[in-house]
């Protein structure tokens, strides 16, 4: 179960918009990074997100370059979920890549306000919010065992181990 505020913005929102591009080189670690999270979008996302929050996004979220930071800069934040009403595929694996869940899900997002409630239980497969309560497709198994060891990366480190342990 996921629960947290909604952060609702619009379509097309972009890469650079996410992360700022001249922040691309120079930001480093987690907490510098994750301050610039939407600054030139949402100055107040980034000091005031808290853990859990839900991004909400129109059509085509995440579109632009492949710029990784992108999805990290949610991540770092404590991001619980982006939910749109559809995603730039970059952006999308970026973001599963990540460890970030991306709902697609048009009648959720266009129904939720921004800055209220938002739950998103991931067993029932259901966002619920002021308006009701919406289904979301279900993840393929791969995309979930990605989400639950916390990212890629983890997820082959984690294969690794067992092939290892079982050698």
Sequence with gaps: ???GRAWKYGDNVNTDVLFPGKHT??????EEIASHALEDLD???APNVREGDVVIGGRN???GSSR??????????GVGAVIAQSFARIFYRNAINNGLLAIVCPEAAQAIRGQEPVSIDLERRT???AAG???FP?????????LEAGGLVEQVKRRLASVRSNS
């Design 1 to 3: 179960m996921i629960q």
């Design 25 to 30: 080189y120079t930001a480093k670690g987690r």
């Design 43 to 45: 100055p107040a996302f």
């Design 61 to 63: 979220f995440g579109c």
């Design 68 to 77: 990784e930071q992108a999805a990290t800069c949610l991540v770092y934040n």
């Design 127 to 129: 966002i619920e919010c």
């Design 133 to 135: 309560c919406f289904e």
């Design 138 to 146: 279900a993840l393929s198994a791969t995309v979930q065992e990605i």
